[in-house]
């Protein structure tokens, strides 16, 4: 193949589509559990997190929400991947090799962000989050009906794989993905007199793009090492829809997602989807949850 800017216009048009190929050939596992937050500066603060209004009736003046402030922040980080292609390859006519490495990239530019947020969930056990507590422990502070600080637990420990109960049904997920700047731009070094081409007879393809995970309201999550029974299921569910905000006030929540590594598939689905169980017994949990298996957790 002669090389001019016309081949290399060509066959970087190539490896633009099939980077956009992949892409598209797989969907974003982290929008189950993770809202998108789109970030516009290096940090972003959420020291809101502390705080979720409530109504009351108007008698009066109005009463203002004071929210709560405890410097959670997010700064973003900056991450890149990159391909070189040997000029001796457009020499010989051989770019063919290369279209399923660039659709790989653009499957690995759309699930990259799964990797952030399944990674963070697996770390809730010994990460803090806004109230300055593990994302997953036994001791949030919430105030009772009273004013009173008492423990409030969204855990109950173990020491085997761990499982997670969720309610996502509101706007703001158990977990936030902050994006400032998304993976979707394939960036071209491809001329005859870049340096990478001259000295190393290599044209560069590479995409880069920042953004940061954190935590949102640990009341919407349950996370669990212990076994993954009907009774420990029980206890995740009833926990999460009793959870209350500040002065007692019901958060109204709802599990209904069931998040499991690939080795406890068999035991949720046998929770979640018999109709019957223990020889014959109706199944009292059937249907309340779905199961979502995610590989990223094995």
């Known amino acids: 193949m002669e090389i001019n800017n016309a081949t290399l216009k060509s066959a970087g048009v190539g490896f633009n589509a099939a980077f956009a190929r992949g892409l598209a050939s797989s969907s974003a596992l982290k929008d189950r559990i993770a809202t998108t937050v789109l970030s516009t500066t290096k940090t972003n603060e959420y020291g809101w997190l502390g705080k979720a209004p409530r109504f009351r009736e108007w008698l009066g003046d109005r009463v203002i929400n004071a929210i709560a402030k405890h410097g ?55 990460s803090l989050c806004y109230d300055g507590q593990y994302f997953f422990d036994t001791d949030h502070v919430v105030l009772d009906a009273l ?18 109960l969720m309610d996502v049904s509101r706007p703001l997920k158990p977990l936030i ?16 007199d870049d340096d990478n081409a001259f000295f190393r ?5 590479g995409i880069d793009g920042r953004c940061q995970v954190g935590f949102g309201f ?3 999550a349950w ?24 002065y007692g006030r019901p958060l109204n929540l709802n599990p209904r997602l069931l998040v499991v590594p690939p080795a406890l598939e068999g035991v949720a689905n046998g929770i979640i989807k018999s109709a019957l169980v223990n020889g014959g017994e109706t199944n009292k949990w059937a249907g309340t949850a779905e199961v979502m298996v995610v590989p990223l957790l094995a």
């Open 177 to 192: 993905f902050q994006s400032r700047k998304p993976f979707t731009n394939l960036i071209r070094k491809d001329k005859e």
């Open 201 to 205: 007879k290599e044209y560069i393809y």
């Open 223 to 246: 996370g669990s090492k212990q076994t993954l029974n009907a009774a420990n299921y029980e206890t995740a569910r009833v926990a999460i829809s009793s959870m209350k905000a500040d």
């Open 72 to 126: 959670y922040t997010l700064t973003n980080r900056s991450f890149e991947n990159t391909i070189g292609v040997d000029r001796d390859d457009f020499d010989d006519d051989n770019l063919g090799i290369y279209g399923p490495l660039f659709e790989e990239l653009g499957n690995a530019a759309q699930t990259f962000p799964d990797e952030l947020i399944f990674e963070l969930l697996k770390l809730g056990f010994s």
């Open 147 to 164: 004013g009173k600080p008492t423990s409030v637990a969204n855990t109950d420990g173990g020491s085997g794989l761990p499982w997670f």
């Open 218 to 220: 640990w009341q919407q």
